[in-house]
């Protein structure tokens, strides 16, 4: 397993990673597209950056969240 959240692991070749289909309002997506090209990211990558400031957020509020606290879920 990775050290932390944000360490690409790569396994066979690839890179690991967790996929799934994400249903967005057409305006929210527009605007999330919007925003993704102001900071010169894909809507992928906007997403992904930010959820990482929600973890950290999460993070310094309520402590750090363990692997054996994920691992439970």
């Known amino acids: 397993m990775a050290s ?3 360490e ?5 070749g690839k890179t ?14 527009a605007k999330l597209n919007y925003i993704a090209e102001y900071y010169g990211r894909t809507r992928s990558a906007e997403i992904i950056w930010t959820l990482r400031q929600h973890v950290i ?3 310094r509020e309520f ?8 691992n439970g879920i």
């Open 4 to 6: 932390n959240l944000w």
């Open 57 to 59: 957020a999460f993070e």
């Open 16 to 29: 690991e990673e967790v996929k799934f289909t994400l249903k967005l309002h057409p305006e929210l997506a």
């Open 63 to 70: 402590g750090k969240i363990t692997e054996d606290a994920y």
């Open 8 to 12: 690409e692991r790569l396994v066979q």
